[in-house]
């Protein structure tokens, strides 16, 4: 079975500092996505970031950025210069047969 | 603007009543989904469609129905044999789902309480 684990159920940072959430996954395919979402208070589910297991290079986006182990099955987001408007719940998901296998989540507080 | 739109907001069910969640996309997207979110945990998938009058059950379908009449809807019906309908239920669409995994987007969400 797939699965999607995301171990800190809360994480703080101090305004303008870098934080990386974690999450592991198992899936027995080799070619598949992964994804980071965020929601925050409203509720809107929101991309991130995605990642293709075949390229190698980790993606970026502004000030988010991944590093993915595909051998260890490790899939982390860098928050780099947090900033108020980060505060939310961050949902790792995995790709599988066109469906969305997701974490539990971690809740990001930002101090300012 | 193009999105997805999800009616009511909150949605007050009685006992054994029937109540419909809403979906609309105007994205021309081929797929859409419903899933259910409880607190502390991720997203669980309740139905998705890849096509027109044609749908499967995800993970968690007892209890709820859906339709795919036209490619803009996908109402999502909560019947009375849902015992715990309590929940957050949200919408999403992506181009098509056999095209490369493409990226799943969501709607605002609707509330369901049970009085």
């Known amino acids: 079975a797939q699965t999607v684990t995301q171990s800190q159920p809360e994480m703080s940072v101090q305004e303008a500092e870098t934080v990386t959430l974690s999450c592991t996954y198992d899936t027995s395919e080799s070619d598949y996505y992964l994804f980071w979402y965020k929601q925050p208070p409203s509720r809107q589910m929101i991309l991130v970031i995605r990642q293709e297991a075949y390229k190698q290079q980790n993606a970026t986006e502004n000030r988010f950025s991944v590093n993915f182990q595909k051998a260890a099955k490790s899939f982390s987001l860098k928050i780099s210069d947090s900033q108020l408007g980060d505060a939310a719940m961050y949902f790792c998901a995995l790709d599988s047969n066109y469906q969305l296998i997701w974490g539990a989540g971690t809740k990001l507080i930002i101090k300012p | 603007d193009g999105g997805i739109t999800q009616s009511p907001k909150y949605l007050f069910r009685k006992e054994g009543q029937n109540v419909t969640l809403s979906c609309e996309q105007n994205l021309n997207h081929d797929a859409m989904y419903w899933y259910r979110q409880d607190p502390g945990q991720g997203l669980r998938l309740i139905y998705y469609s890849q096509i027109v009058n044609d749908f499967q059950k995800g993970d968690i379908a007892e209890g709820y129905s859906v339709s795919r009449e036209k490619k803009e809807s996908f109402p999502l019906t909560v019947t009375s044999a849902q015992k715990n309908p309590t929940a957050f239920y949200l919408c999403?669409?992506?181009?098509?789902?056999?095209?490369?995994?493409?990226?799943?987007?969501f709607g605002p969400g609707t509330r369901l309480l049970v009085l």
């Open positions: 999403a669409s992506s181009i098509a789902p056999d095209q490369n995994r493409e990226t799943q987007y």
